[in-house]
C-alpha cells in the first residue's frame, strides 16, 4: 500500500466490508481469497518477499519475536492431527 490516497481507500473499504452481515462478509472473503489464487507466479513471489520485508521489520522493531523453528514445527503436528 504505497501512498496515503490508496491506505484511505483501503481504510475505507474496509469499513464498508465490516458493516456487512456475516453472510455478505463470507462472500466477499471468498471472492477475495480466490483472486489472490489468481496471481502470476511473479507476483505472488513479489508479494511474499513484501510480507518478508514487512515482517523483518516489525522484528526489528521490536513488535514481533522469533518462534524456534522446532516449536513451530511441532505445533502445526499437532494442528494437523
Same mark, same amino acid.
Given at each position: 500500500?504505497?501512498?496515503?490516497?490508496?491506505?484511505?481507500?483501503?481504510?475505507?473499504?474496509?469499513?464498508?466490508?465490516?458493516?456487512?452481515?456475516?453472510?455478505?462478509?463470507?462472500?466477499? /472473503?471468498? $471472492?477475495?481469497? #480466490?483472486?489472490?489464487? =489468481?496471481?502470476?507466479?511473479?507476483?505472488? &513471489? @513479489? +508479494?511474499?518477499?513484501?510480507?518478508?520485508?514487512?515482517?523483518?521489520?516489525?522484528?526489528? /522493531?521490536? $513488535?514481533?519475536? #522469533?518462534?524456534?523453528? =522446532?516449536?513451530?514445527?511441532e505445533q502445526a &503436528? @499437532? +494442528?494437523?492431527?
Amino acid at each position: 500500500m504505497n501512498g496515503g490516497g490508496k491506505m484511505s481507500s483501503l481504510t475505507e473499504i474496509l469499513k464498508d466490508a465490516m458493516s456487512l452481515d456475516v453472510h455478505d462478509r463470507a462472500a466477499l /472473503a471468498e $471472492r477475495l481469497l #480466490a483472486s489472490l489464487e =489468481e496471481l502470476s507466479e511473479e507476483e505472488a &513471489e @513479489r +508479494l511474499w518477499a513484501e510480507e518478508a520485508q514487512r515482517r523483518l521489520g516489525e522484528y526489528r /522493531a521490536g $513488535r514481533a519475536k #522469533a518462534v524456534p523453528a =522446532e516449536k513451530v514445527h511441532e505445533q502445526a &503436528e @499437532r +494442528l494437523f492431527r
